[in-house]
């Protein structure tokens, strides 16, 4: 095993042997919570030293051993997959952290089962990012699924398990319909699973055919909630807010997307997805998604629910980046995954905080809390910009090349839907904040101070204006994607 | 060396001796070594015989030295010198099985018989996928048979509706014998030779007759019966559900199997050679028919409250999906039937291991009801039950996923979508009826607190010895994978 191989099997292992940490744990509570923190600064590590591998043309796999003819087991790490990784591992640091504030704050239950299955989902996550090849993807794709089934229903209410019957129901049954079909259709006629830049579909497959092939993988991968298939986004949001933060925010619906995008990239080729057109109803589709659910978004009063809906619009764009499929589109959509995971993990983090400080989950009483809690607010505001994409924040590099990508392609139509789309996050992202600010308080306020609740939003919204000048290292890797 | 030549001969003689011997020891535990003993020799012997067919690819065996077509002739090439092994592990691991949870669920003093009569079952097992002579099957037919439906109504200790399910075994797989025989007597008739081999030149010289296509047809609808293939399956939920489960885990896994191999046999090695009847069967019979089971067999277990019941109805949209496979008349489609018949056996026995120690240990039935929370007070079992419950699925890195991943191959290759889909929505329905059952055994309240007996240990390591395979072969399918291929290969060729 060269050192890289090392360095790969490392950050795979580190988030796993962090669960069983936590297990082992179980009776030292300081010591079972540090774990998490631990291990992700670990993967963080090593995700930063596979990622400036392939920045340098180095190779970074594994191969364990050959399942069936075609299809091996094992992990090779893409340009996207370095990205996603490093997002993935990078956030878990700050998300373990304020997972403990949280959970000790609000007195949950079983929080050693919560930390096991979080650590395990990571697993997942890291996995899915470093696959080599589809049917890793799946495995793990499912792995994730599973693993965070427990977490979704962790309070054990009625409204938990049937919000996790409804998530099990739709990500299971979508993959297992559409998504395992189209791998085995691939598998099938390309005899490789591998990804590869310009993809692996053979030149004789029927161009008509193309179309559905995409619609199988863009509805089977229910975790890139594309209408109709987002119902379970916003039923997740029962979980508590940790599980929110990083799962529903950034590593499950990101690994959705981030499939997704691998698919466009690695299987069927961008060149031959734009060629051929067989895109063309997806980009609709998504700016449908994208406006549709951004007016859902609006009439929720509930904080959390508000930002399912932002999420399942933003989701859409890059889908829709991928749909495109121009080079700076791509590109777009690759920053999307990076610049919204922060943003929106920073929302969640003060949309949790403020419930764990303040007992408030409506955005109708926040009336008057934001002198209360300065920081949460402010933080929240930093990362609604960065939503909407003002500069000077990282998000506006995302949407303009978006923007960029649109009218390559000559759609300049969606220029108009993302247009339309920033109007509404300002109208539903900043209301939070300004009735927090603006509005005079109409009830007291019983205001806790846990400060590992309070801090990791700081960090994240300071991380979501440095991206906005740090911009060029994180098109270092996008570019390796689309540049041959 | 003597041994090694008669190997087939022996695998069934020395299971039907022993079988003679223990009936007329009284005690259980002798009763108990003799037959696992019995079972391992066999076992080595298998591997034995794949060693030799590797090597010489077909291995037939003449009774007495009178060469076929006269005397009886055995058959062994790559087509059932898996199936042979197949049912050899299973005998041993239900055997194994069969020492804590025969003794919980059958009376002692019947114990020592009713190895007897397992050893019977396993010896006809061997004889049914071995034998080169039609109508020597059907004597082994007979005898499997007699010994399964004597197995089944053991049940009644626990259940007196095991009963009824013996009784209607025996009839209805009465009336698939006879169908059978008497599609051996058209087809004798017609050809004058009893040995499968011999038949099919005959068939050649012949060119197309009426009386062998009857023969034919009789023959496979008997065959049918025997295998739980719809809508000829109405013995199988019952019997299975109320079987002991020892003998439940055991029957399901192999039992129906070796009918469905020799269905196989015979569609593909005679029927085949009646191209125009071959195409109307398989098309406008077999097919349409798999596609019910599937469907039938998954939505009727969605409904199922018992446990038990539950997975023999699922049982047919499994066999469903093997003998859809074969519909699809192609090398792929036939490897792949192949590869089910293989996954399924240890997955179905599995499952039933697993359901059987449930069922033991709350002193219940396994129902929707009853098992409520077991899964929390049971984690061992439980854990192997999730497993195999999940390779019934066909989630990735289980046995299940290798089936379904060479059965999807098949039909990429028809290039028809309708099929694509009634897979794809069966499995995802099939995930219905078992997240049900995990979601009652894992997340629900009991109604009383349960109190759980202890829990049968020696049970654990079958259950578990069936569970680490099916992930094994899961995660490394080439030796399934390879034997499907080499089955296909050998019944119609690499084409």
Same mark, same amino acid.
């Given at each position: 095993?060269?050192?890289?191989?090392?360095?790969?099997?490392?950050?795979?292992?580190?988030?796993?042997?962090?669960?069983?940490?936590?297990?082992?744990?179980?009776?030292?509570?300081?010591?079972?919570?540090?774990?998490?923190?631990?291990?992700?600064?670990?993967?963080?590590?090593?995700?930063?030293?596979?990622?400036?591998?392939?920045?340098?043309?180095?190779?970074?796999?594994?191969?364990?051993?050959?399942?069936?003819?075609?299809?091996?087991?094992?992990?090779?790490?893409?340009?996207?997959?370095?990205?996603?990784?490093?997002?993935?591992?990078?956030?878990?640091?700050?998300?373990?952290?304020?997972?403990?504030?949280?959970?000790?704050?609000?007195?949950?239950?079983?929080?050693?089962?919560?930390?096991?299955?979080?650590?395990?989902?990571?697993?997942?996550?890291?996995?899915?990012?470093?696959?080599?090849?589809?049917?890793?993807?799946?495995?793990?794709?499912?792995?994730?699924?599973?693993?965070?089934?427990?977490?979704?229903?962790?309070?054990?209410?009625?409204?938990?398990?049937?919000?996790?019957?409804?998530?099990?129901?739709?990500?299971?049954?979508?993959?297992?319909?559409?998504?395992?079909?189209?791998?085995?259709?691939?598998?099938?006629?390309?005899?490789?699973?591998?990804?590869?830049?310009?993809?692996?579909?053979?030149?004789?497959?029927?161009?008509?055919?193309?179309?559905?092939?995409?619609?199988?993988?863009?509805?089977?991968?229910?975790?890139?909630?594309?209408?109709?298939?987002?119902?379970?986004?916003?039923?997740?949001?029962?979980?508590?807010?940790?599980?929110?933060?990083?799962?529903?925010?950034?590593?499950?619906?990101?690994?959705?997307?981030?499939?997704?995008?691998?698919?466009?990239?690695?299987?069927?080729?961008?060149?031959?997805?734009?060629?051929?057109?067989?895109?063309?109803?997806?980009?609709?589709?998504?700016?449908?998604?994208?406006?549709?659910?951004?007016?859902?978004?609006?009439?929720?009063?509930?904080?959390?629910?508000?930002?399912?809906?932002?999420?399942?619009?933003?989701?859409?764009?890059?889908?829709?980046?991928?749909?495109?499929?121009?080079?700076?589109?791509?590109?777009?959509?690759?920053?999307?995954?990076?610049?919204?995971?922060?943003?929106?993990?920073?929302?969640?983090?003060?949309?949790?905080?403020?419930?764990?400080?303040?007992?408030?989950?409506?955005?109708?009483?926040?009336?008057?809390?934001?002198?209360?809690?300065?920081?949460?607010?402010?933080?929240?505001?930093?990362?609604?910009?960065?939503?909407?994409?003002?500069?000077?924040?990282?998000?506006?590099?995302?949407?303009?090349?978006?923007?960029?990508?649109?009218?390559?392609?000559?759609?300049?139509?969606?220029?108009?839907?993302?247009?339309?789309?920033?109007?509404?996050?300002?109208?539903?992202?900043?209301?939070?904040?300004?009735?927090?600010?603006?509005?005079?308080?109409?009830?007291?306020?019983?205001?806790?101070?846990?400060?590992?609740?309070?801090?990791?939003?700081?960090?994240?919204?300071?991380?979501?204006?440095?991206?906005?000048?740090?911009?060029?290292?994180?098109?270092?890797?996008?570019?390796?994607?689309?540049?041959? | 060396?003597?041994?090694?030549?008669?190997?087939?001969?022996?695998?069934?003689?020395?299971?039907?001796?022993?079988?003679?011997?223990?009936?007329?020891?009284?005690?259980?535990?002798?009763?108990?070594?003799?037959?696992?003993?019995?079972?391992?020799?066999?076992?080595?012997?298998?591997?034995?015989?794949?060693?030799?067919?590797?090597?010489?690819?077909?291995?037939?065996?003449?009774?007495?030295?009178?060469?076929?077509?006269?005397?009886?002739?055995?058959?062994?090439?790559?087509?059932?010198?898996?199936?042979?092994?197949?049912?050899?592990?299973?005998?041993?691991?239900?055997?194994?099985?069969?020492?804590?949870?025969?003794?919980?669920?059958?009376?002692?003093?019947?114990?020592?018989?009713?190895?007897?009569?397992?050893?019977?079952?396993?010896?006809?097992?061997?004889?049914?996928?071995?034998?080169?002579?039609?109508?020597?099957?059907?004597?082994?037919?007979?005898?499997?048979?007699?010994?399964?439906?004597?197995?089944?109504?053991?049940?009644?200790?626990?259940?007196?509706?095991?009963?009824?399910?013996?009784?209607?075994?025996?009839?209805?797989?009465?009336?698939?014998?006879?169908?059978?025989?008497?599609?051996?007597?058209?087809?004798?008739?017609?050809?004058?030779?009893?040995?499968?081999?011999?038949? /099919?030149?005959?068939?050649?010289?012949?060119?197309? =007759?009426? !009386?062998? #296509?009857? &023969?034919?047809? $009789? @023959?496979?609808? *008997? %065959?049918?019966?025997?295998?739980?293939?719809?809508?000829?399956?109405?013995?199988?939920?019952?019997?299975?559900?109320?079987?002991?489960?020892?003998?439940?885990?055991?029957?399901?896994?192999?039992?129906?199997?070796?009918?469905?191999?020799?269905?196989?046999?015979?569609?593909?090695?005679?029927?085949?050679?009646?191209?125009?009847?071959?195409?109307?069967?398989?098309?406008?019979?077999?097919?349409?028919?798999?596609?019910?089971?599937?469907?039938?067999?998954?939505?009727?277990?969605?409904?199922?409250?018992?446990?038990?019941?539950?997975?023999?109805?699922?049982?047919?949209?499994?066999?469903?999906?093997?003998?859809?496979?074969?519909?699809?008349?192609?090398?792929?489609? /036939?490897?792949?039937?192949?590869?089910?018949?293989? =996954?399924? !056996?240890? #997955?179905? &026995?599995?499952? $039933? @291991?697993?359901? *059987? %120690?449930?069922?033991?240990?709350?002193?219940?039935?396994?129902?929707?009801?009853?098992?409520?929370?077991?899964?929390?007070?049971?984690?061992?079992?439980?854990?192997?039950?999730?497993?195999?419950?999940?390779?019934?699925?066909?989630?990735?890195?289980?046995?299940?996923?290798?089936?379904?991943?060479?059965?999807?191959?098949?039909?990429?290759?028809?290039?028809?979508?309708?099929?694509?889909?009634?897979?794809?929505?069966?499995?995802?329905?099939?995930?219905?009826?078992?997240?049900?059952?995990?979601?009652?055994?894992?997340?629900?309240?009991?109604?009383?607190?349960?109190?759980?007996?202890?829990?049968?240990?020696?049970?654990?390591?079958?259950?578990?010895?069936?569970? /680490?395979?099916?992930?094994?072969?899961?995660?490394?399918?080439?030796?399934?994978?390879?034997?499907?291929?080499?089955?296909?290969?050998?019944?119609?060729?690499?084409?």
């Amino acid at each position: 095993m060269s050192n890289l191989q090392l360095i790969l099997a490392f950050s795979l292992a580190t988030p796993l042997i962090s669960a069983l940490a936590v297990i082992f744990c179980h009776n030292y509570k300081s010591l079972r919570d540090i774990c998490g923190p631990i291990g992700g600064v670990i993967t963080f590590i090593t995700a930063l030293v596979i990622a400036s591998a392939i920045i340098n043309g180095q190779v970074v796999s594994l191969t364990l051993w050959q399942i069936a003819p075609g299809i091996e087991f094992s992990f090779r790490v893409t340009a996207l997959g370095a990205l996603f990784g490093l997002v993935a591992s990078g956030l878990w640091i700050l998300a373990s952290i304020y997972s403990v504030g949280y959970m000790r704050g609000s007195n949950e239950k079983n929080q050693t089962r919560f930390n096991f299955y979080y650590a395990v989902a990571i697993h997942a996550a890291m996995a899915i990012s470093y696959s080599g090849n589809l049917m890793m993807l799946f495995i793990f794709y499912e792995v994730l699924t599973f693993s965070t089934y427990p977490l979704v229903t962790h309070n054990q209410t009625k409204t938990a398990k049937d919000a996790g019957r409804l998530y099990m129901g739709i990500l299971v049954s979508t993959s297992l319909l559409l998504f395992l079909p189209a791998i085995l259709w691939v598998w099938v006629v390309s005899g490789t699973l591998e990804f590869t830049r310009g993809g692996i579909i053979p030149i004789d497959f029927p161009p008509s055919l193309l179309p559905f092939l995409l619609a199988m993988f863009a509805f089977g991968i229910g975790k890139a909630a594309l209408m109709p298939f987002h119902r379970w986004l916003p039923a997740a949001m029962v979980a508590p807010t940790p599980v929110s933060a990083l799962l529903h925010a950034v590593a499950v619906v990101k690994a959705g997307v981030f499939s997704l995008l691998t698919i466009v990239v690695y299987v069927f080729g961008i060149d031959l997805l734009f060629s051929s057109g067989s895109a063309f109803w997806l980009v609709w589709l998504a700016a449908f998604t994208i406006l549709a659910s951004s007016i859902v978004a609006i009439m929720k009063d509930d904080l959390k629910a508000r930002l399912a809906y932002s999420t399942i619009s933003q989701l859409s764009y890059i889908v829709l980046g991928g749909a495109l499929a121009t080079y700076a589109a791509i590109e777009g959509a690759a920053l999307h995954i990076v610049m919204h995971a922060i943003a929106k993990i920073t929302l969640f983090f003060c949309a949790g905080a403020i419930y764990v400080n303040a007992h408030v989950k409506k955005i109708s009483e926040l009336d008057g809390l934001g002198t209360r809690l300065p920081h949460v607010f402010i933080a929240f505001f930093i990362a609604s910009l960065s939503i909407i994409g003002i500069p000077p924040l990282g998000g506006s590099w995302s949407k303009f090349m978006l923007m960029v990508g649109s009218v390559d392609s000559g759609m300049t139509l969606i220029l108009a839907v993302l247009a339309i789309s920033s109007l509404l996050n300002v109208f539903y992202l900043l209301e939070p904040c300004a009735r927090a600010f603006f509005k005079p308080a109409q009830q007291e306020f019983h205001v806790e101070n846990h400060i590992l609740t309070i801090l990791p939003p700081i960090i994240t919204a300071t991380l979501c204006l440095l991206l906005f000048f740090a911009v060029d290292w994180i098109r270092l890797l996008t570019n390796l994607m689309v540049i041959p | 060396m003597l041994i090694f030549n008669n190997i087939p001969a022996l695998l069934v003689a020395i299971p039907l001796l022993v079988s003679a011997v223990v009936s007329i020891i009284s005690s259980a535990r002798i009763a108990w070594i003799l037959t696992f003993s019995t079972t391992l020799v066999c076992l080595f012997m298998a591997f034995e015989l794949i060693d030799i067919v590797s090597s010489k690819q077909t291995l037939t065996y003449a009774f007495g030295g009178w060469e076929p077509p006269w005397g009886i002739a055995f058959i062994v090439d790559s087509v059932n010198v898996y199936l042979i092994l197949l049912v050899a592990f299973i005998s041993v691991i239900a055997t194994i099985y069969a020492y804590t949870m025969l003794a919980r669920e059958i009376a002692a003093e019947d114990l020592s018989k009713a190895y007897a009569v397992w050893l019977l079952t396993i010896a006809s097992l061997f004889g049914l996928s071995m034998t080169g002579d039609a109508f020597n099957l059907f004597v082994f037919l007979e005898i499997s048979a007699l010994s399964s439906v004597t197995l089944i109504a053991l049940g009644a200790g626990q259940d007196r509706r095991a009963l009824i399910a013996a009784y209607n075994y025996l009839i209805i797989g009465a009336i698939g014998a006879t169908f059978y025989v008497i599609g051996v007597g058209y087809l004798y008739a017609a050809t004058g030779t009893l040995n499968l081999v011999n038949i /099919i030149e005959r068939l050649n010289e012949l060119g197309t =007759n009426q !009386a062998a #296509i009857t &023969g034919l047809a $009789f @023959m496979l609808a *008997g %065959i049918m019966v025997k295998a739980g293939i719809f809508p000829v399956h109405i013995w199988l939920p019952a019997a299975y559900s109320y079987a002991p489960s020892a003998v439940s885990s055991f029957l399901s896994a192999v039992a129906t199997k070796v009918a469905i191999y020799y269905f196989a046999r015979l569609l593909f090695g005679i029927f085949i050679n009646i191209t125009q009847l071959i195409d109307f069967f398989l098309l406008y019979v077999l097919m349409p028919v798999s596609v019910i089971a599937i469907f039938y067999g998954t939505i009727a277990a969605i409904y199922q409250t018992d446990i038990k019941r539950l997975f023999a109805l699922s049982s047919i949209a499994q066999i469903g999906y093997i003998t859809f496979a074969f519909s699809l008349n192609s090398h792929s489609g /036939i490897s792949a039937g192949f590869i089910h018949i293989v =996954n399924h !056996a240890l #997955i179905k &026995g599995a499952l $039933f @291991m697993a359901v *059987g %120690i449930f069922a033991v240990g709350i002193g219940k039935r396994a129902t929707m009801v009853s098992l409520r929370g077991v899964g929390r007070q049971m984690p061992i079992t439980f854990a192997g039950f999730v497993i195999a419950g999940l390779a019934l699925i066909g989630v990735p890195l289980t046995a299940g996923f290798i089936s379904k991943l060479y059965l999807f191959k098949a039909i990429f290759e028809t290039g028809n979508v309708f099929f694509v889909a009634v897979i794809a929505i069966s499995s995802a329905l099939s995930v219905l009826y078992l997240w049900k059952i995990f979601e009652v055994m894992w997340l629900q309240e009991p109604a009383q607190p349960l109190k759980i007996e202890k829990e049968p240990t020696v049970a654990y390591i079958s259950l578990w010895l069936m569970v /680490i395979t099916i992930a094994i072969f899961g995660i490394y399918s080439h030796g399934v994978s390879s034997s499907g291929m080499l089955a296909a290969n050998a019944l119609v060729g690499s084409r």
